[in-house]
């Protein structure tokens, strides 16, 4: 018995997130090249590499046969011992990459990318075969209706920004947390309280400060003397949605109280746990590091945000729009839903999210990105790879695997593909992969290695 015709992908809306190897300037214009830095000095993502040194990510293999193992290896014979030469990204994927179509709706992110012959059997190879479906198309059509609403919840409060909208329901459909990262005034806050207010769910807002303790955010016991006994005051933290506003500027002790409560989904107060409600999710923010007052998050708190959202300014169309809805009164209009969305169209997406369907080549696919970050020379040039301090742990494979789930659900398919893989790489591994100062001294960031590994691993 032979298997049918893979399902077809449905239409992909526009996520406002493009994969790697296509550098974006801010506003949607592309990226220009940069000039060939000094001998010793790294060179950004995307820029050719010197004469004598391997080709860089993104250009085809120049033969069919050429496998990817060999490209480490030819590295260290083909570079000069005497001088050493600007390092440019190492490994040349088996075919090439997609092109993006950028219409300067969202700054620094183009829309979903055109589908090609490679991208389209990569798809199809990724499809279920029938024994292997979990979700049906009732569950598929649900699931599309409850994305569709969250997204026109969005769209009546927030101009543009359709990045921080995909990234936020990704996060909620997956069951993680997300962490925004951007200048004050574009709209985080917003965000996060119009998905509250979409689904109907409790939401608390924690204004973090350097005096902020973490009895504020987890709760504390009061002492009751009339009854001679201690009660116990549950804090903010225990609610559906919960938005720790700029939680770079409080402690780093305060910081690590949410630890147990964004890993373990629960509080313990006085020797007692207290299980935190369901579903949970944590939106963070915080500003630029260059800002006063800011404090590092720690690494461990790092590797619990499901994705990292990095927001730019919004294009001029999006900020003429925003004054336009101002002046027109249209922002402070109670836009009742009469049919709103509940928390169990949440808890439902959530459970269909799980049964997305993952091929095998697509997981060994991510884990050997995530893989490649712990030993990044054996498929980047050996003066990239010495940037890297440490790669990314087992929690970023969960992270992709769940993300992927989400995202494809998001995009209307109960199948992963690989290019959902590649549009999460730098919102799932950029906060998880730690650079040298060296990298800060050379301007190399975290989302050029990973650029660079993703595009040196050929896609399945």
Known sequence: MTDPAPQSPAPQPNTGWSAPGHPVAPGGQPAQPAQAPQPGHAAPAGQPAPAGQPAPAGQPAPAPAAAPAAAPAAAPAAAPAAAPAAPAPVGQPVQQQVPIRHDGTEPGFGPTPTPTAASEAAAAAAAPRVSEVQLTDADLQRSARIVQR???????????????????????????????ESVPGLAKSTAAGTLATAVQAEFRRIQC??????????????????????????????????????????????????LEAMQERQTSIGGTIYPLPEPFLVIATQNPIEQEGTYLLPEAQLDRFLLKEVL?????????????????????????????????????????????????????????????????????????????????????????????????????????????????????????????????????????????????????
């Not at 997956?174 to 925004?180: D, F, K, T, W």
């Not at 006994?229 to 690590?256: C, M």
């Not at 249209?330 to 997305?356: E, S, W």
């Not at 659900?409 to 959902?420: A, K, M, N, S, T």
């Open 209 to 258: 400060t350097p005096d902020l303790l973490p009895s504020d955010i987890l709760g504390t016991q009061i002492y009751d003397a009339p009854n001679s006994r201690f009660v116990t005051q549950l804090g903010p933290v225990h609610a559906n949605i919960v938005l720790l506003d700029e939680i770079n500027r409080s402690s780093a002790k305060t910081q690590s109280a949410m």
């Open 150 to 180: 969250m997204s026109a919840a969005f769209a009546r409060k927030v101009v543009g920004q359709q990045a921080l909208r995909t990234s936020i329901m990704t996060a909620l459909v997956a069951g993680g947390h997300i962490l925004l």
């Open 312 to 460: 730019d300014y919004p294009n001029p169309a999006d900020e003429f729009e925003i004054l336009r809805r101002i002046d027109s009164g249209v922002f402070d209009r109670d836009d009742h839903d009469p049919d709103p969305l509940t928390l169990d169209d949440v808890r439902f997406i959530q459970q269909a999210g799980q049964k997305v369907f993952v091929a095998d080549q697509v997981r060994q696919y991510l884990i050997a990105i995530v893989q490649a970050t712990r030993n990044p020379a054996s498929v980047i040039n050996a003066d990239w790879a010495r940037l890297v301090d440490y790669g990314a742990s087992p929690r970023a494979s969960i992270a992709f695997l769940q993300a992927a789930r989400a995202l494809a659900l998001l995009q209307g398919r109960g199948y992963v593909i690989p290019e959902d893989v590649k549009q999460l790489s730098r919102r799932v591994l950029g906060h998880r992969v730690v650079l040298t100062f060296e990298a800060d001294a050379l301007e190399v960031t975290s989302w050029q290695i990973i650029d660079a590994i993703v595009a040196a691993i050929p896609t399945p």
